[in-house]
Nanobody, 121 residues
Framework: QVQVVESGGGLVQPGGSLRLSCAAS????????VGWYRQAPGKQRELVAS???????NYADSVKGRFTISRDNAKNTVYLQMNSLKPEDTAVYYC???????????????WGQGTQVTVSS
């Protein structure tokens, strides 16, 4: 079964750091573009950062200079390093990965279940 699982969320004080992981598993031929999204209570889900299969990265203006997205293709994992966290970064963080499956050689979009990040003193 192909799945995407996020981990690494938690409670952190303002100014602190967290590293989120997005791990893909199953019969995967390749992981293409991956995006980290977040959704705060009462707000729409927004794209925080993305990385292409070639390593090109993009960031929302609100996190530029604080967050870094990276990928380890050998581990089928994408990371989101979050530094200088602010209370407004509090949200459920979701990973979306475009996966090419071995069985069909077709590419599908998969979402993880989300991981809670709370920034509070």
């Amino acid at each position: 079964q192909v799945q995407v699982v996020e981990s690494g969320g938690g409670l952190v004080q303002p100014g602190g750091s967290l590293r989120l992981s997005c791990a893909a598993s199953g019969s995967i031929f390749s992981i293409n573009a991956v995006g980290w999204y977040r959704q705060a209570p009462g707000k729409q889900r927004e794209l925080v950062a993305s990385v292409s299969s070639g390593g090109t990265t993009n960031y929302a203006d609100s996190v530029k200079g604080r967050f870094t997205i990276s990928r380890d293709n050998a581990k089928n994992t994408v990371y989101l390093q979050m530094n200088s966290l602010k209370p407004e970064d509090t949200a459920v963080y979701y990973c979306n990965a475009e996966l090419t499956l071995i069985a069909t050689m077709l590419t599908y979009s998969y979402w993880g279940q989300g991981t809670q990040v709370t920034v509070s003193s």
